[in-house]
């Protein structure tokens, strides 16, 4: 069997990923022991991934990992607070909770906001998406459908949908049913 | 067979982090630290692979941090932690990228249809690089800056798969897209890349680092 190099060129990925079947990985190993350019490509192409896949590679700026326990700190305690700042966070989490139970509760209830949703069962529950006020669908951050990009809320497709967001048949085609 | 080593490494990994979330919600709020720690470096290259400056996206990575720990009870278990990690990263990176109308500035590869077919550039011949060339900054730098040169949605199919190892399907879920995209973008990618650096196109960048002259830094 003969392979054109264009062939090669767009298989070299899945090549590399040993996601080829056995006869067209004989057909393109044919091909580069005959082909410089094409060898070529193959032998730049996995340097490129073992070069990136080192971790050196990944870097992080000098003190990061001080800063970032610097910051979780201040947001998980608050800093170090009184008794009495204790004690008036602890009433503010109490009522808070209260709060938030009641609007989970009457939004767990709430029907979808479209009446021509397509039932989104098929989408991964916590997947991140984005949703607008007054929109009715969620989506992948990325979709171009979305119509109204000033006041976007992301959260997780559970809660979407449970806030009676439906799915955006566009960005979300591949988990809804056809 | 680094693969299986990954897989067995990952499954204790995955019990342990279980243990970890379990205590957090319990109260054991210092864990948290505990938690984060093997993802410090990924959340941030991730956050740096959108914004593409530091300050942002360590501003981003601590955001996406506090989120995580936030929202910790509502994670299911039914992604890893990593990956839910990463995707609450990508959408705090993108959210902030689009409050900065950064995207005005992306590059021009961005707009390439990813449907067509890529054609190889340069075809010199690469010897094997070895990998202790990245001791040195100058050659880590000008990987970093090919990477950044590359459209978003190259960049962060990249990141996902060939640093930060997440397998196709996994790489598909975070960014929410197929995984026959999440694959012609990963060939764009790696492709575009290796044109980039490859020793027989661009003569020019190596002179202008403090390698012996007429040498590649590879």
Redesign the interface.
């Known amino acids: 069997m003969v392979i054109r190099c264009?062939e090669v060129?767009?298989e070299?990925?899945?090549y590399l990923?040993d996601e080829v079947d056995p006869a067209l990985r004989a057909t393109m190993e044919e091909h580069f022991r005959g082909c410089?350019?094409c060898?070529?490509?193959l032998?730049?192409?996995r340097?490129?991934?073992?070069?990136?896949?080192?971790e050196?590679?990944?870097?992080?700026?000098l003190g990061?990992?001080h800063?970032?326990?610097h910051?979780?700190e201040n947001?998980?305690?608050g800093g170090r607070r009184s008794f009495l700042g204790w004690m008036v966070a602890a009433a503010a989490a109490v009522l808070t909770a209260g709060a938030v139970e009641l609007a989970s509760s009457a939004s767990r209830s709430r029907e979808p906001r479209s009446e021509h949703a397509q039932p989104g069962a098929g989408v991964?529950?916590?997947?991140?998406?984005?949703v607008s006020e007054k929109g009715k669908t969620f989506h992948?951050?990325?979709c171009t459908f979305i119509h109204d990009?000033t006041n976007?809320r992301?959260l997780?497709a559970r809660?979407a949908m449970q806030e009676g967001y439906v799915p955006c048949i566009r960005?979300m085609k591949?988990y809804l049913k056809s | 067979m680094p693969d299986e080593g990954r897989a067995l490494g990952d499954g204790v990994q995955h019990c342990n982090e279980e243990t970890l979330i379990r205590r957090i919600r319990d109260g054991e709020r210092d864990l948290f630290y505990e938690l984060i720690r093997p993802y410090e470096r990924r959340v941030y290259a991730t956050a740096f692979a959108i914004l593409r400056n530091e300050s942002d996206a360590e501003d981003a990575a601590q955001e996406a941090m506090l989120k995580a720990f936030k929202h910790i009870g509502q994670f299911r278990g039914e992604a890893k932690f990593s990956t839910w990690l990463i995707q609450i990263t990508l959408n705090e990176a993108r959210m902030r990228k689009r409050k900065e109308h950064v995207h005005m500035m992306e590059p021009i590869v961005e707009r390439q249809d990813e449907e067509g077919n890529y054609i190889p550039r340069d075809f010199a011949d690469w010897r094997e690089i070895p990998s202790e060339t990245l001791e040195r900054k100058e050659v880590r730098e000008r990987l970093a800056q090919a990477l950044s040169s590359l459209g978003e949605k190259y960049r962060e199919v990249f990141v996902l798969r060939d640093m930060h190892h997440l397998s196709i399907e996994e790489t598909a879920r975070t960014l929410g897209i197929s995984t026959a995209s999440v694959k012609t973008r990963l060939l764009r990618a790696r492709l575009m890349l290796r044109d980039l650096l490859s020793p027989g196109l661009d003569a020019n960048w190596s002179s202008k680092l403090s390698f012996a002259k007429g040498t590649k830094p590879w």
């Open positions: 264009e060129w767009r070299i990925s899945n990923e410089k350019h060898t070529a490509v032998d730049g192409t340097n490129v991934i073992q070069l990136y896949g080192d050196r590679m990944i870097e992080v700026p990061f990992s800063r970032l326990h910051r979780l947001n998980m305690h991964p529950p916590e997947m991140m998406v984005v992948v951050p990325t990009r976007l992301t997780a809660e960005c591949q």
